[in-house]
Nanobody
Framework: QVQLVESGGGLVQPGGSLRLSCAAS????????MGWYRQAPGKQRELVAS???????NYADSMKGRFTISRDNGKNTVYLQMNSLKPEDTAVYYCNTKLWSELRWKDYWGQGTQVTVSS
């Protein structure tokens, strides 16, 4: 079992920056791949960025060059640094990880944090 708690969302003007944090419970964090997803009103949840246990990162095309995912295993925390924010980045951002359990991958989600980009 893993519990994920996001923080750091808020209202920011276009072109601004935010850093989201996701704190994970448990002692297995360093072995987990982690991801950030987002869901805008009326749209499906989509992958923003992911990071493996070894630190390899992956980004959705629209976020490349603007967003950076990182992790601090000593703090059981994964971060999403978001720069050059656009109104279309407005969404609820969710932290995610997956655990192998009962012969399948099980998703764990945080409660989400709202990011609003508006002037």
């Amino acid at each position: 079992q893993v519990q994920l708690v996001e923080s750091g969302g808020g209202l920011v003007q276009p072109g601004g920056s935010l850093r989201l944090s996701c704190a994970a419970s448990g002692s297995i964090f360093r072995s987990l791949a982690m991801g950030w997803y987002r869901q805008a009103p009326g749209k499906q949840r989509e992958l923003v960025a992911s990071i493996t246990a070894g630190g390899t990162t992956n980004y959705a095309d629209s976020m490349k060059g603007r967003f950076t995912i990182s992790r601090d295993n000593g703090k059981n925390t994964v971060y999403l640094q978001m720069n050059s924010l656009k109104p279309e980045d407005t969404a609820v951002y969710y932290c995610n990880t997956k655990l192998w359990s009962e012969l399948r991958w099980k998703d764990y989600w945080g409660q989400g944090t709202q990011v609003t980009v508006s002037s």
